[in-house]
């Protein structure tokens, strides 16, 4: 399974690396990987964990298989659902959820006397120190909650794949809810741009 996931990840995620230049700017290199993620992303990845997935040899969903996922999540912000199709696919779906990074200090424009151009560069060098802060504190928090997500996630997708039906329509019918629903704190940190909606329904 990893090679058809990952396959999907890269065309996904493809151009969102971490910027490469090295620059004296404090906040360069957050505003660039920021800049650099393009679209956030809300996907929700559900897997057939039903005996017929297994007689007929749907590719296996592993954990690991999410990572490159996961790491964009906390990295860009963003939003991750996983489920399963199983007798009855009406579960609630594992999430990870981190908010986007706050838009960075605008470098100070210059060209103005000395006195005021000394008070912007302070006032951006403090702007900048707090943004840093800030980011730091949103990233810490995305890798916590992330951790638990991969175990969850572990937990749910090692589980045997020996359900005695396929209940396809349910899980179809949660994916779309899931793409469906609002914005996190919609009109004060809505998505910006506006988000990429994918679902990845593995099944036979």
Known sequence: ?????????MALLGGC???TSRTRDPSAAVRATA???????????????????????????????????????????????????????????????????AAPPATPA??????LARQERERYAADSAAY?????LRTSAGERDARIFRQQAATLL??????????????????ALFLAEPDHAAGSSAWTPPPRRIAALISD
């Open 35 to 101: 800049s650099g993620c393009g679209a956030p992303l809300i996907m929700v990845v559900t897997p057939d964990l039903s005996g017929s997935a297994a007689t007929n040899r749907t590719p296996v969903v592993q954990a690991s298989d999410l990572d490159d996922l996961v790491a964009r999540t906390v990295r860009c912000g963003g939003e991750i659902a996983v489920g399963d199709v199983s007798a009855e696919s009406d579960r609630p779906l594992l999430r990870l959820y981190v908010p986007q990074p």
């Open 132 to 136: 840093r802060r800030s980011d730091s």
């Open 110 to 115: 210059g060209g103005r006397s000395p006195l």
């Open 158 to 175: 090692a589980r045997p794949r020996d359900a005695a039906r396929s209940d396809v329509n349910g899980a179809i019918a949660r994916m």
């Open 17 to 19: 690396g971490a910027p």
């Open 1 to 9: 399974m990893r090679s058809i996931l990952t396959l999907l990840l």
